[in-house]
């Protein structure tokens, strides 16, 4: 039967590269992000491929997630996979020059935000004792590295609340995974430098990123498998990469 899926942060990189997957294989899709153009281009041409809808909302705002999601068309109400890919890292800097804003951000978006979405569609799911969440985490959420302090904090809490619902939803069922990207050619450390394309673009000069289709790739495996297959965890580096500090530029 043909499944739902449910993109947070699909206007850009992976998630975007999810979705287009997704619908290449045939999964009706609701497509989530604060940029409605983004959104509204992605619906039109995905919609060659199969059932797609839009929600424009931020996930920090928790009665915009909660109206949102109460909003779903019918044929979108009844949700199977659930994808916690919306999240950034702002700044990069010291624990003590860093700023409060910038930390804001990162708790209420990558932590808070994920909440706010699986708190609303968690309770379908462990209804009908069936569902699937993924969530992309970091190897920020592995390791810590310099300057990197509140957003490995933020994926740290990604990793245990993966493993939290493991635990709380093994009853009920229902499939949860994480994935933990190393470096990925997106729009990520964009935001992190906040519009500054040079210093952005440097992160990823002299070696092959992983790109986000390669992690969009792995995010279908792993829904992919058969029922009583979950996979728990995995961890993705460029082969640049071996850890967050230790890569082979050329
Ligand atoms: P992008 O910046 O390309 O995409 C981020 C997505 O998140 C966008 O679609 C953006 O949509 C959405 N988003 C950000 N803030 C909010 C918000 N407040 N409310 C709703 N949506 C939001 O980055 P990536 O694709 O690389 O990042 C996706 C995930 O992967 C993140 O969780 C990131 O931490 C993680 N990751 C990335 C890595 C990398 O190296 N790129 C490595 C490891 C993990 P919009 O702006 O339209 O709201
Ligand atoms: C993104 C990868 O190394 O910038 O989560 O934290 S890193």
């Not at 968690?122 to 190897?139: E, L, Y």
């Not at 990207?181 to 729009?187: D, F, I, R």
Request: aromatic share 6%; net charge neutral; proline share 3%.
């Amino acid at each position: 039967m043909k499944q739902t899926a449910f993109i947070t942060g699909a206007t850009s990189g992976i998630g975007k590269a999810t979705a287009e997957i997704f619908a290449k294989n045939n999964i009706r899709l609701i497509l989530c992000g604060r940029r409605t153009d983004r959104l509204t281009k992605l619906k039109e041409e995905l919609s060659k491929l199969t059932e797609v809808t839009t929600l424009q909302f931020d996930v920090s705002d928790r009665t915009s997630v909660e109206t949102a999601i109460n909003s779903l068309p019918e044929n979108f109400k009844k949700i199977d996979i659930l994808i916690n890919n919306a999240g950034n890292a702002h700044g990069l800097s010291s624990i003590q020059d860093g700023s409060i804003d910038d930390w804001d951000a990162m708790i209420d978006i990558n932590v808070k935000g994920l909440l706010y979405v699986s708190k609303a569609i968690i309770p379908q799911m462990t209804d009908r004792n069936n569902g699937f969440i993924v969530n992309i985490g970091s190897i920020a959420g592995k390791d810590v590295y310099p300057n990197g302090n509140v957003y490995c904090a933020s994926k740290h809490a990604v990793n245990a609340l993966n493993k939290a619902m493991r635990i709380d939803l093994n009853k009920h069922n229902i499939r949860v995974s994480a994935i933990h990207p190393g470096a990925v050619e997106t729009e990520f450390s964009e935001v992190r430098f906040k519009g500054d394309t040079e210093k952005a673009k440097s992160v990823y000069a002299g070696y092959k990123a992983l790109q986000a289709d390669d992690i969009a790739d792995i995010i279908y495996f792993v829904i992919s498998r058969p029922y009583h297959v979950n996979i728990e965890d995995l961890v993705v580096y460029p082969t640049a990469q071996a850890t967050p500090t230790i890569l082979n530029r050329n």
